[in-house]
């Protein structure tokens, strides 16, 4: 019987820690972040090559017109559901003569 008990209180214990069936939380991790950006391939990779003195800005936020570079679409993202994303800006350093 105390095995019964310990058993019951260990299980509604660890139920305060799973998250609401309707939570942000849980919506966030299976909604699809890429909604538009060629959709058929099994994943979606970039590769790009930086000169000296180069400077590049990618979209994190999957909206861009303009992907993987960023036209500023984060910000009407953002805008509207309260995000905070922004682009990754990469750049090089010019080479010194």
Request: charged residues 25%; contains cysteine; hydrophobic residues 40%.
């Amino acid at each position: 019987m105390k095995t019964f008990f310990a058993l019951a209180s260990l299980c509604a214990s660890a139920s305060a820690f799973a998250p609401a069936a309707h939570s942000a939380v849980e919506t966030r991790l299976f909604d699809k972040i890429n909604t538009k950006i060629d959709l058929d391939s099994p994943k979606v990779a970039t590769m790009d090559k930086l000169s000296n003195g180069d400077k590049k800005v990618y979209c994190r936020c999957w909206q861009s017109g303009t992907f993987p570079l960023c036209d500023g679409s984060h910000m009407a993202h953002n805008k509207e559901t309260g995000d905070n994303v922004g682009p990754l800006i990469v750049s090089v350093a010019k080479a010194e003569e």
